[in-house]
């Protein structure tokens, strides 16, 4: 019985089928699997990827407050620039100065409307009760989806307040920003884990296998997985949308199953 089923049990289970397979026409399973990983990573280029829309996805009512503000009011990004001092204070003159030139640098990008300064006295209110704070608030125009695209050179004028007046501190938070910061941190840690991961793998897999061409090809096919996967999931996002953590997250477990699959 038992020498039975050690014929019979590869011939019904799919992996190994799959397996002698692949060892006994590995040229076509091969550039086989090369051609399904261009297919999907092109088809995905094309595509692009669909992201949740952070204005339009929040929880419960708080996320049916937002779908309602965004559907039905139109609302602008709006922005903040904190300028703050320990020792001056608004109304001085070096404070006055660095509020009106973030004020006169925000007015000049083409991009920025409404701004209101906290030297008006209509805006009295967006000063500190100590007086060593105050906020620059203003708007970006058009729609808020597509803000985050226009407030680069925005954070650079701000940027170059803060340069301008080393003795305060300069800084700007809102609801552009604030989606341009995360995506731009995710995609620097993409970029560390391509840059990092992929070395220390490899030489891991040396050490394992003795070999670099041996320890080279479960990289590749865990470097080809990932993009296969990359673009197979911009085609689903259509459907679903990818979260912006999608991305480091896939290349990260990439790098994770191959040192896993020397073990």
Avoid: C
Avoid at 89 to 95: D, L, Q, V
Avoid at 97 to 102: G, P
Wanted: proline letters at 6%; zero cysteines.
């Amino acid at each position: 019985m038992s020498r039975t089923r050690q014929r019979t049990g590869p011939t019904r289970n799919v992996a190994a089928r799959m397996g002698r397979w692949s060892a006994g026409n590995w040229k076509t399973a091969t550039f086989g699997w090369l051609g399904l990983v261009v297919v999907a990573f092109g088809l995905g280029n094309m595509a692009g990827v669909n992201n949740p829309n952070p204005n339009t996805s929040g929880p419960g009512q708080s996320g049916r407050m937002d779908r309602i503000l965004h559907a039905d009011f139109k609302r602008p990004a709006g922005e903040n620039v904190l300028i703050q001092s320990r020792k001056a204070s608004a109304g001085t003159p070096a404070f006055d100065a660095a509020v009106k030139d973030v004020v006169a640098r925000l007015s000049r990008q083409s991009d920025v409307r409404n701004v209101r300064s906290p030297l008006v006295p209509a805006h009295a209110d967006q000063i500190s009760k100590d007086r060593h704070s105050a906020l620059v608030e203003f708007d970006i125009r058009g729609e808020i989806d597509k803000a985050p695209d226009k407030i680069g050179p925005v954070v650079d004028a701000v940027g170059a307040a803060q340069a301008a007046h080393p003795g305060f501190f300069v800084g700007e938070m809102g609801d552009a920003s604030a989606q341009k910061a995360v995506a731009d941190t995710y995609g620097s840690d993409l970029a560390k884990a391509g840059t990092l991961s992929l070395p220390i793998t490899l030489i891991i897999l040396v050490i394992a296998f003795g070999a670099l061409v041996a320890a080279g090809i479960p990289l590749l096919l865990a470097l080809t997985a990932v993009l296969g996967t990359f673009g197979l999931v911009a085609l689903v996002s259509h459907v679903l949308p990818m979260a912006n953590e999608v991305p480091a997250r896939k290349a990260m477990n990439g790098s994770v199953i191959t040192r896993a699959g020397t073990r």
